[in-house]
């Protein structure tokens, strides 16, 4: 059958078939022995926000971020119950005032309850861009103390396997494949 649709085509092509076909087997029998030489290939899971939280640096630096979230909350509660102490006003004085005064009294109220809901906006872009900026500074930490481990126990490849909070990458696995302690060693070693 080969032979057959060899003979059909010209000479060249046939000659550039069965070289790709050779190439194809050798690399082939290649990979197989490469395969054989290799015969242990180690895969390692990791927890990063576990490295974050229970790390010394990472549960600093996440109580810091806790800190200033909660002191932006504070002065948001404390705007609020300004706002909510001059609705109040507002509305018991409304019979009494006029017109204008009670114009003038509603838009006031407006305009600070607009500039609180932009203050709350800018807080929480604020503190979305922390968080951003340390899960990717955390995240380079933890690679280089994963990198040390991996390489110090002949793991191939190590796996972010993911959390209760986070997207669960890795459904299963033996409990000698998590790094995640030594890895918390590691990053308590290099940073304090």
């Given at each position: 059958m ?6 059909n ?16 087997a ?8 490469f395969?054989?030489?290799k ?26 971020l ?17 706002l909510e102490?001059?609705q109040?006003?507002?509305s ?19 305009k ?5 809901q932009?203050r709350?906006?800018?807080?929480q872009?604020?503190l ?7 899960v990717?500074?955390?995240?380079q ?11 110090r126990h ?6 972010d ?6 997207l669960?990458?890795?459904?299963y696995?033996?409990?000698g ?16």
């Amino acid at each position: 059958m080969m032979k057959t649709l060899l003979s059909n085509l010209p000479q060249p092509q046939q000659l550039c078939i069965i070289l790709i076909t050779g190439l194809c087997a050798l690399a082939f029998t290649g990979e197989l022995a490469f395969a054989a030489k290799k015969s242990s290939f180690r895969v390692g899971v990791i927890d990063p926000q576990a490295v974050i939280e229970k790390s010394k640096a990472g549960s600093r630096a996440l109580a810091g971020l806790k800190e200033h979230a909660q002191a932006r909350e504070t002065v948001m509660k404390n705007d609020q119950k300004e706002l909510e102490k001059l609705q109040e006003e507002l509305s018991s004085a409304s019979a009494s005032l006029g017109d204008e005064e009670k114009k003038q009294r509603q838009d006031r109220f407006s305009k600070k309850f607009q500039d609180w809901q932009k203050r709350g906006q800018e807080f929480q872009d604020e503190l979305a861009q922390k968080q951003r900026e340390l899960v990717q500074e955390y995240m380079q930490k933890i690679e280089t103390a994963t990198k040390t481990v991996a390489k110090r126990h002949g793991f191939d490849i190590v796996i972010d396997k993911g959390s209760k909070s986070t997207l669960k990458i890795v459904l299963y696995h033996r409990d000698g494949l998590d790094l995640t302690n030594e890895v918390i060693k590691e990053f308590n070693k290099r940073y304090k």
